[in-house]
């Protein structure tokens, strides 16, 4: 199994400025994904992080608000940009291996990073 | 667009008590996934269902998984309070490996 580490757990935040967060992996993995989830609310998908070049959005999610990293195979970073109130959620790092027949069917996610924005 | 509907919403059910989340989907999928989510906590996989007619138990819970009609079910069988916990389906969406996920089910169960 992969074990992800995301930084920071939690953080506070004022309006107007910009979090990153790192999602780290104890194994080099496929695909690495991002999802917010929003309080009481389900999961969604913001994009697909793509090594080496720029991150896949889904609708509603664009790369000026949500940049997105991933410099290789077990590293990936999220930053929050120009934060407002509505930003506050949970953001979760997200990986599958698809390329290990055993594993490619199971995705782990991260502990996540609670953002409260003020 | 593929659509992940999940109900019901929310459950609060008694101790030794069965009951059924179901989890739709409006596309062909053939991979299913549920996770459990403790309040405060990240998401925990508790099955994931690969062909039309799968079955999987663990513990008190057993998924099941129709393509056909689109329909997963999680039964929980003798609630204990211990199952307490918001459950999500999710279907793989296309060959992406991206995955959308149902509202949720937040089960509450009594003494």
């Known amino acids: 199994s992969a074990v992800i580490s995301q930084k920071p757990s939690r953080d506070i935040c004022q309006r107007g400025t910009s979090l990153t967060i790192q999602c780290q992996v104890d194994s080099q993995v496929t695909m690495m994904f991002w999802y917010r989830q929003q309080p009481g609310q389900s999961l969604t998908l913001i994009a697909t992080a793509n090594q080496g070049s720029e991150a896949t959005y889904e609708s509603g999610f664009v790369i000026d608000k949500f940049p997105i990293s991933r410099p290789n195979l077990t590293f990936s970073t999220l930053t929050v940009s120009n934060m407002s109130p509505e930003d506050s959620s949970i953001y979760l790092c997200?990986?599958?291996?698809?390329?290990?027949?055993?594993?490619?069917?199971?995705?782990?996610f991260g502990a996540g990073t609670r953002l409260s924005v003020l | 667009e593929l659509k992940v509907e999940q109900n019901p919403l929310f459950l609060s059910m008694q101790e030794g008590k069965n009951y059924t989340i179901y989890c739709n989907y409006s596309t062909t999928s053939d991979r299913l996934y549920w996770y459990r989510q403790d309040p405060g906590k990240s998401l925990e996989s508790l099955f994931v269902l690969l062909s039309n007619g799968a079955v999987k138990q663990e513990g008190r819970l057993m998924a099941s998984l129709d393509t056909k009609a689109r329909l997963s079910t999680l039964h929980i069988t003798a609630a204990v309070h211990d199952l307490s916990a918001t459950y999500f389906c999710a279907v793989d969406m296309d060959s992406s490996y991206k995955l959308i996920f149902g509202s949720g089910t937040r089960l509450l169960v009594r003494p």
């Open positions: 997200s990986v599958r291996t698809t390329t290990n027949l055993l594993a490619k069917n199971i995705q782990y």
